[in-house]
């Protein structure tokens, strides 16, 4: 009998308690957030034909469904309180991505600064910096390929968790390449085993990618045409191999043609640069489905230093504004599988857009340089499934310029609105 007393008594207390607990989580729930944008002309997904007169209903950080007309609220089931933005006379289109950025380069506070003299914490104001103007460019997303110490990750981190502003980061650590520890930091290696461990060393930090100098900078010989690869084939194959054991792809910097087949042949998913990429290189690319990221962006500095420029480094800037462009356009023709990346760090933050008019510069159509850093850039991230196209499901990252990019890649350079996962970064037109 007590047993049954007690019994109903511990029912009875936990009747009360979920009773409780259910009031409090009812009265706790937070309300969707819901942004309607009226759309004149929706490039959903570049490359397709655009479409005339589109509502695109925002739940939250993801996009809820696109329907055609121009639809209020009262029209849209399940939808209640929301904002409208007019957007009637713009072309709106998913958010650019940047798949070779460096946010830690290119900034006034951390230059100079030794890690005693608190190196990284300063740096974290550029990352900042940085960030802000690719945001404000309309790049949504970011990959950042080398980064230094901790800055990006914290950056990326706080970005993730809604407490910061700035474009969605996936970064590599420090990038990999021959050399000693003392001088190079934890990327440093010159064997298998080093090299082992110095991938190793960067995915416990928390990176995304994995980056690797399979070739010098194009300003050493051992970043020329013919130079050979730094990395041995054994020592190349195990960081592509321990990167894969932790399902992290690899990023190859390469320049000269040896560098950058024994990229493509060693499994890496994307090539940086492939400035002498030959028909071996464009084969193999096609083979093994890897990506190419040009970076024809840095062209605009090296015709802009050309003039001030040494004897001895005039006839390699010939060579790189000569070939670079040309070998990309070969590889577009080719059929191979282009993602823009800009190299911002090196070229002015901000400006990333200029890399999709030098695109078309070399022959791509406005629809194919806008595909290669919307829907290409999401393939090579493996986030088809968030990124890429204004489709229900994915991110609600969406931009806005005045003019057709489809007529006028130049239009790039204007963007008016910029929404990343939901929230409303700019808006020019609530301005005026």
């Not at 713009?90 to 890690?115: I, N, Q, T």
């Not at 974290?124 to 802000?132: G, K, R």
């Not at 050399?179 to 991938?199: E, I, L, N, W, Y």
């Not at 340089?369 to 196209?389: I, P, Y």
């Amino acid at each position: 009998m007590r047993m049954r007393v007690l019994l109903g008594l511990a029912l009875a207390f936990s009747a009360l308690s979920w009773s409780a607990t259910a009031a409090s989580d009812e009265t706790n729930i937070v309300p969707d957030v819901w942004t309607i944008i009226h759309a004149g002309t929706l490039i959903d997904e570049p490359g397709e034909t655009p479409k005339k007169r589109q509502t695109v209903v925002v739940r939250n950080d993801r996009i809820d469904r696109v329907v055609s007309g121009y639809k209020s609220a009262s029209a849209l089931d399940g939808v209640a309180d929301a904002r409208v933005i007019n957007l009637k006379s713009s072309y709106v289109m998913p958010g650019l991505m940047d798949a070779h950025v460096h946010l830690g380069l290119g900034g006034d506070f951390g230059k100079g600064r030794s890690a005693e003299k608190g190196r990284d914490t300063y740096r974290l104001l550029d990352v900042q910096s940085n960030a802000a103007k690719t945001l404000d460019a309309g790049f949504t997303t970011v990959r950042n390929v080398g980064s230094y110490e901790w800055a990006v990750f914290a950056m990326r981190d706080a970005v993730k968790a809604g407490e910061m502003v700035g474009p969605r980061i996936y970064t590599a650590g420090h990038t990999v390449e021959i050399g000693t520890f003392s001088s190079m930091g934890s990327g440093a290696c010159f064997d298998v085993t080093s090299c082992r461990k110095a991938v190793r060393r960067q995915i416990d930090m928390g990176a995304d990618w994995i980056k690797v100098y399979v070739t010098c900078s194009g300003s050493k010989p051992c970043g020329r045409e013919f130079a050979p690869a730094v990395f041995l084939q054994d020592e190349l194959q195990t960081v592509i191999d321990t990167a894969a054991s932790f399902q992290i792809p690899v990023a190859a910097h390469a320049h000269g043609t040896d560098g950058i087949n024994k990229a493509i042949r060693a499994g890496v998913r994307s090539v940086e640069h492939g400035s002498y990429n030959n028909e071996e290189s464009r084969q193999l690319w096609i083979d093994r489905e890897a990506f190419y990221v040009p970076t024809l962006a840095v062209q605009d500095n090296i015709i802009r230093d050309y003039e001030t420029a040494g004897d001895d480094m005039k006839p390699v800037m010939e060579g790189f504004m000569a070939e670079h462009p040309k070998r990309v356009a070969a590889a577009h023709e080719a059929g191979v599988q282009i993602a823009a990346g800009s190299d911002a760090g090196v070229v002015p933050h901000g400006d990333n857009a200029n890399e999709l008019i030098w695109y078309v510069k070399i022959g791509m159509t406005e629809a194919e340089a806008l595909r290669s850093a919307t829907v290409m850039n999401a393939k090579l991230l493996q986030k088809e499934d968030d990124l890429g196209t204004i489709e229900a499901g994915k991110y609600a990252d969406i931009i806005a310029m005045d003019t057709s990019p489809l007529e006028d890649i130049e239009a790039l350079k204007d963007i008016a609105f910029v929404m990343a996962a939901g929230q409303i970064a700019k808006n020019d037109h609530e301005r005026e």
